[in-house]
């Protein structure tokens, strides 16, 4: 071994360790946001940020079903005393009242800046007097036994007036001092984890809290059982998921490669060798991303373990058809088109690691970085362990005939193959275009999880969110005035039967603004006192009781406006409420709100006419999420179909500079672009929507079937010089090799049960075996007879 190649050897050790250490400290999150556009319009950058930031990220909802509704009521009250005390949620409502007495008593002491009926009217002598009159009127009524404690300080009524403004369009039922579901035995909680929704590790960790207290709970009531869910539950879900297919398929495809590598070389050592590139490959890819990006992406790894079948390939090449003359002849006459079929899938890949979106730019740089890796490893570190190729034969020489006798039959089917082509592109033409995959189609949440949702969601009286209007300000005082604005127009649509309601932050924080208005509209002791003896004779409150009440009214004369930072100290369930609707800005976004509205039934919203009652509001939109959402992925698309258009024309480029023949650069194109036809249609005709992953397969097809095609064109090249006498049998032979282990990587990622995985392989394995057989048909190998020699051998072990 010498020097220089010893050094070769110690560098990729060196650099390998390096590769475990940065994996072993790389960051792995599983948020499907990150396959999403970063510069979106308005509308998205609004749903964007609450999918990613926002409180309805951390919104967790709790059922607890069977038992008897005695045993729900107790589990329901034990379980959200826990969690309150866990430290790990803002807020946890389960409409027990008794737990928000530290938020009922903050609002009552500032009921005249936060109620709605406030105003100067309220304080006329007619107003007091009516105020008097609904207020003694429910004293009657079930509501009267928390009015009655309250009457000589609030006669008029202003906590009755501000809990009605602040009840939800849509509240959940409550039996027993709990919420329940109306339709089935279950028990209801709404829990807001503190964690962000993209910490999926907080998240896990506030849901196995919650696993964990109702375990405890469960043993004395072995008949219930808990149920979670919310986007929080989804996240870690996907993430487990998208963790045990990775799993999964980076043991079966090791499995499935030794087998073959073991069957095909028989020798435990080229074994070992061939495994090198594809572990470069893997780590480079890992800690390229990492660096780059801060973290890696399950859906990035599970792209990864396909990458077994493509750096297997420069394994292949190098310890089969290094035997016949070493290292040094293989890498003067074969690696220049080992290279040229990595610069080719660079190019290709490129356009995918400069894109604008997070998610593909993670999948072009994993395959770049991991191609480039396995191929150095391929080059450098495979000559000083094997100098002279596999130490074993295998089925080496069976390959070989094998596929000598398919290069000399496939030719005959060049016309069929051809005709079949053209009329798939044909069909292409005419047909509908595939590419109409939706967002939905990325996401691994099974049915199950999302008709639990649903369910959940419709017992707690949570609108289907299938509309919003969202309205952004420069700041927190702005937001909310706007959102009162809105508020006006929307009451209007609710009076016209347009909306059955709808959910505004405004309603349980008013802005500074209307808050100074209501508090200026409290008049002065004396003035109050007067007219308050006009308004109460001949009543059922006598005046003179009436003193708490002046005095409050004065307390709250001198109260400054409240604010969120001012509920995060002394409410802080009312806080996370109104956070739910009103997203901080800060570096440079905007404050944001939601407003929720609840449609008709029947009719649903109708946009167009909430468009026409808004328009003219400063930074307001209406956000339908659904058209929103598809509208996003289809521009994320376009994006990305453009940007693989733009890498298919650097691949030709390439290929045109290196072969400097027109002729040779159709026939090497030729194979490559019907591989990518034939398996565009096959996946047309099977109905599939196709998608951003099934863009990336066909790209996997071209930069897998490019190496096919080069070294057919480098074989018939070889022999129309007349200076062999048929194709050498060591370099079919590893061409069969390497389209197996890649058909069988990508066959079983086919398998996969995340169905964005999935379609990778759905993709690649059907094309990598139609590139190299139309390889096979397109360019025929001929000797100085014009015929394949089927009598050569590849040479015998050493």
């Not at 005390?85 to 609002?107: C, I, P, Q, R, W």
């Not at 907080?202 to 986007?231: D, I, K, N, Y």
């Not at 100085?784 to 050493?798: E, F, N, S």
Request: hydrophobic letters at 50%; proline letters at 6%; glycine letters at 10%.
């Amino acid at each position: 071994m010498s020097g220089l190649r010893s050094r070769a050897l110690w560098a990729w050790l060196a650099l390998m360790a390096l590769a475990v250490w940065g994996c072993v400290r790389a960051t792995y999150v599983a948020d499907l946001s990150a396959f999403l556009p970063a510069a979106p319009t308005g509308a998205q950058r609004v749903l964007m940020a609450q999918l990613q930031n926002g409180a309805t990220a951390r919104v967790l909802m709790i059922g607890l079903r069977g038992g008897e509704p005695a045993q729900r009521t107790a589990a329901s009250l034990r379980l959200a005393e826990a969690l309150r005390g866990s430290g790990l949620f803002e807020a946890v409502h389960n409409g027990d009242h008794a737990a928000d007495a530290a938020t009922g008593e903050f609002l009552f002491h500032h009921r005249y800046l936060l109620s709605p009926a406030v105003s100067a009217e309220r304080f006329t002598v007619d107003g007091l007097r009516e105020g008097i009159a609904d207020t003694v009127a429910l004293l009657g009524t079930p509501a009267g036994v928390s009015i009655k404690p309250l009457l000589w300080r609030d006669p008029t009524g202003e906590t009755v007036r501000m809990a009605e403004a602040m009840l939800p369009a849509n509240a959940p039922r409550s039996d027993g001092g709990v919420w329940v579901s109306r339709e089935q035995p279950r028990a209801l909680l709404l829990a807001t984890v503190r964690a962000d929704g993209g910490d999926l590790d907080g998240q896990a960790r506030a849901q196995a809290l919650v696993r964990e207290r109702f375990a405890a709970l469960a043993a004395s009531a072995p008949s219930l059982t808990l149920e979670l869910s919310g986007p929080g539950v989804f996240g870690v879900a996907s993430r487990t998921r998208i963790q045990g297919e990775v799993e999964r398929l980076a043991t079966a495809g090791t499995v499935a490669m030794v087998a073959l590598l073991l069957v095909a070389f028989g020798s435990l050592r080229a074994l070992g060798i061939a495994l090198l590139p594809v572990a470069s490959g893997v780590l480079a890819g890992i800690v390229a991303v990492d660096l780059g990006f801060g973290q890696v992406h399950g859906m990035t790894l599970g792209f990864g373990t396909t990458l077994i079948g493509e750096a297997v390939d420069y394994a292949i090449y190098y310890l089969v058809q290094a035997r016949a003359g070493g290292h040094a002849q293989w890498q003067r006459s074969r690696w220049p088109t080992v290279r040229l079929g990595l610069w080719t899938s660079l190019a290709g890949f490129a356009a995918l690691a400069l894109s604008g979106f997070a998610g593909l730019a993670q999948l072009g740089v994993f395959s770049m970085s991991g191609l480039v890796a396995a191929a150095l490893t391929t080059r450098h570190v495979l000559p000083v362990l094997a100098p002279r190729g596999s130490p074993g034969q295998g089925l080496r020489v069976a390959l070989g005939r094998m596929t000598a006798e398919l290069c000399m039959a496939l030719p005959r089917w060049r016309r069929p193959l051809l005709s079949l082509t053209l009329v798939a592109a044909g069909l292409l033409a005419v047909l509908p275009s595939p590419w109409r995959g939706t967002l939905a189609a990325l996401s691994p949440v099974s049915p199950d999880a999302l008709a639990l949702e649903a369910s959940l969601r419709a017992d707690l009286g949570a609108s289907e969110a299938g509309t919003l209007v969202a309205v952004e300000a420069p700041d927190e005082a702005t937001a909310l005035q706007r959102a009162e604005q809105a508020g006006a127009r929307l009451d209007a649509l609710v009076a016209q039967g347009a909306l059955l309601g709808y959910d505004s932050p405004a309603r349980l924080l008013p802005s500074p603004a209307t808050q100074l208005g209501r508090r200026a509209a409290l008049p002065e002791a004396g003035v109050l006192r007067a007219r308050l003896a006009q308004a109460a004779e001949g009543g059922p409150l006598p005046v003179d009781r009436l003193g708490p009440f002046i005095e409050e009214v004065q307390a709250q004369r001198l109260l400054a406006p409240v604010t969120l930072a001012g509920l995060r100290t002394a409410a802080p369930a009312l806080a996370s409420a109104v956070q739910a609707q009103l997203t901080p800005g800060g570096a440079g976004r905007p404050w944001t709100v939601l407003l929720n509205l609840q449609a008709p039934a029947a009719a649903g919203v109708d946009a167009a006419r909430l468009r026409s009652a808004l328009q003219g509001l400063p930074d307001t939109r209406v956000v339908q999420i659904g058209a929103e959402l598809d509208a996003l992925y289809a521009h994320y698309l376009q994006q990305a179909r453009w940007q693989a258009g733009l890498g298919a024309l650097a691949v030709v480029a390439l290929l045109a500079w290196h072969l400097r023949s027109v002729r040779r650069l159709g026939r090497v194109l030729l194979p490559l672009v019907a591989s990518v036809v034939l398996v565009l249609a096959g996946l047309t005709l099977s109905g599939q929507a196709l998608g951003i992953l099934h863009l990336v397969g066909l790209l996997l097809v071209a930069a897998v079937g490019s190496n096919y095609a080069l070294f057919f064109d480098h074989l018939q090249a070889v022999a129309g010089l007349g200076t062999a006498d048929g194709p050498d049998a060591d370099t079919l032979a590893s061409l069969l090799m390497a389209n197996v282990t890649t058909v069988v990587s990508f066959g079983l990622l086919a398998t996969a049960s995340v169905p964005a995985l999935a379609a990778v392989g759905q993709a690649v394995a059907p094309g990598a075996l139609l590139a190299l057989a139309l390889s096979a048909a397109f360019m025929p190998m001929q000797g100085r007879h014009g015929r394949i020699d089927r009598t050569q051998t590849p040479a015998q072990p050493r």
